[in-house]
Structures are given as C-alpha cells and as structure tokens.
C-alpha cells in the first residue's frame, strides 16, 4: 500500500540535535516541508556515507524551507555516541531520531521486523504533513542527497503551481508540463 497522499501519524519520540537531546511530535514537523530519512543502524558501513551526504546537502535544504530528520531504530544516546566517535557523523546539523521502540519505523513501513531494523527510506511531506515522495531501498543501496533536493524541488513546484507537472529530468527553472489532450503524443 501506498504512503503517498498520506497524513504523517503521531509519535512520540527522543531525538539528538546540535549536541541536546530533543523530544519531537508529528506536530514539530508541520507548518515546513520535511524529509523523513530512515537508515538501518548506527555504526555500520553504508549509512555514515548516506548521512554525510545529508549533512553536506542540508544548508541547502533549509534554505529551501525543508527540515530534516534521520531515523533509525537506535536510540538518541547511540546518535550522540556516533556523532562523538566519527567525524563524518559528528558534521550532521539535523535532528537523528531515536526509535527503539520501532513505532516511527512501522508508521513508515519500512521495519524489517525479523531484524528490527528500518530499510532505507525517504519520505519527503508538505507543510500539511502529507507524504508527497517516498523511496524505499534494500539495504545495499545507498541514496543520493542531491537527486532527493531536486525531487522537493519538483514537489514543491507543483504544491504551487496545481495541474502541472514536472518532466523526468526536471530541474528547479526549467519548464513544466500542463497535461492536456492536445499534449497528448507529442512529447
């Protein structure tokens, strides 16, 4: 089943941020856009590339009204551990999620619950806390940040501009399309 066009479920949950420890609601992620950014675990292999990557994309995300937030099923003192201990992690600016409990990770449907780790999943929501683009991959994939900033792009264009659409390559200043009959074989 499809998240798209979904409303965010609530939560509780314990987050690590600049250095403090947080506690976030589906509520702090209203009124901006948000990414949802889910890893399997702290410490591993592939994650600290995707999450650097994060990190070095985030200016640029928050400039575009975007928050951010990781999440994995370790809690928000492992956050803090692995900031601590590595420095790829220790540049991360955005909020790192704890959820222990899984409850985030399930609202999501990415836990793999055999391991009781999340898949890697991003999910991006509109200021109304609607999920507007979700990708989900195995765990030996890693994400690109800057193809997730042109995809906010494109789906903050079309939160603005109702009945277009943005074309497969789309970037931020191109054209968009308006579908119609009369586009209809010509493309």
């Given at each position: 089943?499809?998240?798209?066009?979904?409303?965010?479920?609530?939560?509780?949950?314990?987050?690590?941020?600049?250095?403090?420890?947080?506690?976030?609601?589906?509520?702090?992620?209203?009124?901006?856009?948000?990414?949802?950014?889910?890893?399997p675990a702290d410490f591993t292999f592939v994650c600290p590339t995707?999450?650097?990557?994060?990190?070095?994309?985030?200016?640029?995300?928050?400039?575009?009204?975007?928050?951010?937030?990781?999440?994995?099923?370790?809690?928000?003192?492992?956050?803090?551990?692995?900031?601590?201990?590595?420095?790829?992690?220790?540049?991360?600016?955005?909020?790192?999620?704890?959820?222990?409990?899984?409850?985030?990770?399930?609202?999501?449907?990415?836990?793999?619950?055999?391991?009781?780790?999340?898949?890697?999943?991003?999910?991006?929501?509109?200021?109304?806390?609607?999920?507007?683009?979700?990708?989900?991959?195995?765990?030996?994939?890693?994400?690109?940040?800057?193809?997730?900033?042109?995809?906010?792009?494109?789906?903050?264009?079309?939160?603005?501009?109702?009945?277009?659409?943005?074309?497969?390559?789309?970037?931020?200043?191109?054209?968009?399309?308006?579908?119609?009959?009369?586009?209809?074989?010509?493309?």
């Amino acid at each position: 089943m499809s998240l798209i066009n979904t409303t965010i479920k609530p939560f509780k949950a314990t987050a690590y941020w600049n250095g403090k420890e947080i506690a976030l609601t589906e509520a702090d992620v209203l009124g901006k856009w948000s990414v949802f950014f889910f890893y399997p675990a702290d410490f591993t292999f592939v994650c600290p590339t995707e999450l650097g990557d994060l990190a070095d994309q985030y200016e640029e995300l928050k400039a575009m009204g975007v928050e951010v937030f990781s999440v994995s099923t370790d809690t928000h003192f492992v956050h803090k551990a692995w900031a601590d201990a590595t420095e790829t992690i220790g540049k991360i600016k955005y909020p790192m999620i704890g959820d222990p409990t899984g409850q985030i990770t399930r609202n999501f449907g990415v836990m793999i619950e055999e391991e009781g780790l999340a898949l890697r999943g991003t999910f991006v929501m509109d200021p109304n806390g609607v999920i507007k683009v979700m990708e989900v991959h195995d765990l030996g994939i890693g994400r690109d940040a800057s193809e997730l900033k042109r995809k906010i792009q494109a789906a903050q264009y079309i939160a603005k501009n109702p009945g277009q659409a943005c074309p497969a390559k789309w970037k931020e200043g191109e054209a968009a399309l308006t579908p119609s009959l009369d586009l209809v074989g010509k493309i």
